[in-house]
């Protein structure tokens, strides 16, 4: 029983990177738990002003942490923690370095959610003009408990990078999870005393449990969480160039989003809806096995690129890739032939008719063509990222972008709303061309002296 259990535990090792399954299990627990908070908002509030003013408050500080703290963090930090540890008799200047990178990310959050907290009343007139006088004064308040949970998320953010880079990613995956569950309680337990402001202070309790369980999980390795600033350093200024590019390029997918709504509103009635339900069965897919997939190998590929080692730089990536390509196809292969079944029973009924359902099962049967595509794109900008270069994979997004807009364009006189996910399947096809391309010139040089310019 114990050479079957070895036996199996090493096959599931070579199919599956460490760390893989219990991101994707986590991740579903995560969208699960999305669907118990939609519902309870729906119970309390109804599709009303108060919802309204919740879920704009959320818009512009988000914005402010994904531009200056997550976009900065997901690329450089893995990659550049690995080489301190590689080229270092001891931890201490990979965490030194980790240090510094976190006093720096919650200080700048908390220098621009002091400014969205001063200027909220004028944030106010601005979002939300289109709100009676009450929505807006509601909005302004949402607004500033807000940007209290966007600090949190912050030092969580940085935290969560040292995780990744130690491979612990129960404590990694488990912070959203608890967000999540921040709100719910929130919005159960005491809306009906407070209003909306529960849930707003429910995610500053979950931002609090998602930064406590990162903390708990920097235990299990040798980071101890203190100040720093350590930026005078050779390693931050290689984070401080690899970052900028990664920020020039957080706009692509609202641009994406966008250029999809403003097609779509021209399309008739009902389109934009469908648009949405169909990214909403697309992006499932590729989150669970794309994003968790590479996440779990990316500290493995900068380990081994700080070893100058190619060939486990190789033999790591091509099985990754490749078993991202085969569950993915055989996830889009079941979208694409269950897809009006799955529309049908999930949303079909009431308003939402016959002719709603046709039509959602179309663009979701469609957008199944890009999932194998889509999911491909994070174990190949990983890799690049792996390699110390962000600014291939910001060119290559862009070019994608260039792409879905010209091919759908194209197709939407004739194939109608079916041209923007047949769009979309061709812009990530092109950007997967460009971000291999970019990745084999890369990964041919490891070893040499100059692999690590940029």
Request: hydrophobic residues 55%.
């Amino acid at each position: 029983m114990t050479a079957a259990i070895a036996t199996a535990r090493t096959l599931l090792d070579r199919l599956f990177p460490r760390g893989a399954i219990v991101l994707s299990v986590l991740s579903l627990a995560y969208f699960a738990m999305g669907i118990v908070r939609n519902r309870a908002f729906a119970y309390t509030y109804g599709a009303g002003a108060e919802l309204d003013a919740y879920n704009a408050a959320f818009r512009i500080p988000e914005i402010a942490l994904d531009v200056l703290v997550a976009a900065g963090l997901t690329a450089p930090f893995v990659p550049i923690f690995s080489s301190l540890r590689h080229d270092a008799s001891d931890d201490k200047p990979a965490n030194d370095f980790g240090r510094t990178v976190l006093t720096g990310a919650t200080g700048v959050m908390a220098i621009a959610s002091t400014a969205i907290f001063l200027f909220a009343p004028w944030l106010g007139q601005v979002v939300g003009g289109g709100f009676d006088q009450a929505t807006r004064d509601l909005y302004v308040q949402l607004l500033r408990i807000n940007c209290v949970a966007q600090i949190l998320f912050a030092a969580s953010m940085a935290l969560g990078e040292i995780l990744v880079a130690n491979r612990r990613f129960v404590f990694y995956a488990l912070a959203p999870i608890l967000y999540t569950t921040g709100i719910i309680v929130g919005t159960v337990l005491f809306a009906g005393a407070f209003g909306v402001a529960a849930s707003a202070w429910g995610a500053v309790a979950g931002a609090a449990a998602h930064l406590a369980i990162r903390a708990i999980g920097t235990t299990r390795t040798t980071f101890r969480i203190r100040p720093a600033f350590a930026v005078r350093t050779a390693a931050f200024r290689e984070f401080i160039r690899l970052m900028l590019p990664r920020m020039a390029s957080v706009p692509i997918e609202p641009l994406t989003i966008t250029y999809f709504t403003v097609v779509a509103a021209g399309l008739g009635a009902g389109s934009i809806t469908s648009l949405n339900f169909g990214l909403d069965y697309q992006v499932l897919p590729v989150s669970l096995i794309g994003v968790s997939f590479s996440l779990a190998v990316f500290p493995v590929l900068s380990a081994a690129f700080a070893d100058l080692d190619g060939a486990a730089f190789r033999a790591v990536l091509v099985r990754n890739v490749i078993t991202i390509a085969l569950l993915t196809t055989v996830a889009a292969i079941g979208l694409f032939v269950l897809s009006g079944t799955l529309v049908e029973v999930l949303l079909g009924g009431g308003k939402f008719g016959p002719d709603d359902v046709a039509r959602t099962s179309a663009v979701v049967a469609a957008f199944a063509l890009s999932i194998p595509f889509d999911a491909l794109a994070y174990p190949l900008s990983r890799g690049l990222y792996a390699t110390h270069d962000t600014l291939r994979q910001v060119v290559a997004s862009f070019t994608g972008l260039a792409v879905v807009v010209i091919v759908t364009q194209a197709l939407v006189a004739s194939l109608d709303l079916l041209a923007i996910p047949l769009g979309y399947a061709a812009g990530v096809i092109a950007k997967d061309i460009l971000l291999a391309a970019f990745l084999a010139a890369r990964v041919r040089r490891i070893g040499l002296s100059a692999t690590r310019s940029p």
